[in-house]
């Protein structure tokens, strides 16, 4: 998607329960400090210009309500998202065990989308390509927030690598008050997205019949059609 000026714009929403550091993760990101006070947010849409592998590109980034009752507003929210940040706080087994609930919500909104992401494995879409299925996974990155907080820690680094195993998608641990892995939780989206983009272009260049590849048109046979329609009988 090309944002204003033609730059390259990416989507990403960032999931999860309250209180788990959405909101800090992506003011880390955006605007470079760290929010010490929890004010539960509804809806905040933050854009930043940033060069991935020395690709310029721009990011917008939806942090978005953890709260069960803003469950009909999410479905907006994944609606318009391209790729997606799950995240718990380490320090909170509950907010681990709903990231199940939001990643069942990705899958339900994006499966009512036509031609979007849906079928296949968890959180995919089949594209036929030369007369196979290629299953295409929605990018997806499994954030455990506050590991600076390794003396509250109820939840491992072991758990958060198998749940992202079962939910076919990246893991890493952060935090966004010591800035530590918050560029690369939200760049390693990009870099799936991006691939994707790639990918996607290059099978519908290759899926577009070519003039040189139409069947020629015998030369012959259409003169002697022509000479044949031509002839006059006088009686």
């Not at 990403?12 to 550091?21: A, K, M």
């Not at 899958?107 to 299925?133: E, H, M």
């Amino acid at each position: 998607m090309a944002g204003k000026g033609g730059m390259t714009m990416y989507k990403l929403v960032v999931l999860g329960d309250g209180g788990v550091g959405k909101t800090a993760l992506t003011i880390q990101l955006c605007l470079n400090h760290f929010v010490e006070t929890y004010d539960p947010t509804i809806e905040d849409s933050y854009r930043k210009q940033v060069v991935i592998d020395g690709q310029s590109c721009m990011l917008e980034v939806l942090d978005t309500a953890g709260q069960e009752e803003y469950t009909a507003l999410r479905d907006q929210w994944i609606r318009d998202g391209e790729g997606f940040l799950l995240v718990y706080s380490i320090s909170s087994r509950s907010s681990f065990t709903r990231i199940k609930k939001f990643h069942q919500q990705i899958q339900r909104v994006k499966d009512s989308i036509p031609g979007a992401y849906g079928g296949g494995s968890p959180l995919s879409t089949p594209v036929l390509s030369s007369g196979r299925d290629i299953t295409v996974p929605i990018p997806i990155m499994l954030v455990g927030n506050k590991c600076d907080r390794a003396t509250e820690r109820e939840v491992s680094p072991h758990e958060g690598m198998e749940l992202a195993r079962e939910l076919e998608c990246q893991f890493v641990e952060a935090s966004a008050k010591n800035c530590v892995n918050v560029e690369k939780a939200f760049y390693d989206v990009v870099r799936q997205l991006r691939k994707q983009r790639q990918s996607n272009s290059s099978r519908s260049k290759v899926q577009r019949p070519r003039r040189e590849d139409a069947p020629l048109r015998d030369k012959n046979v259409d003169k002697d059609r022509y000479q044949k329609k031509s002839k006059c009988i006088i009686l």
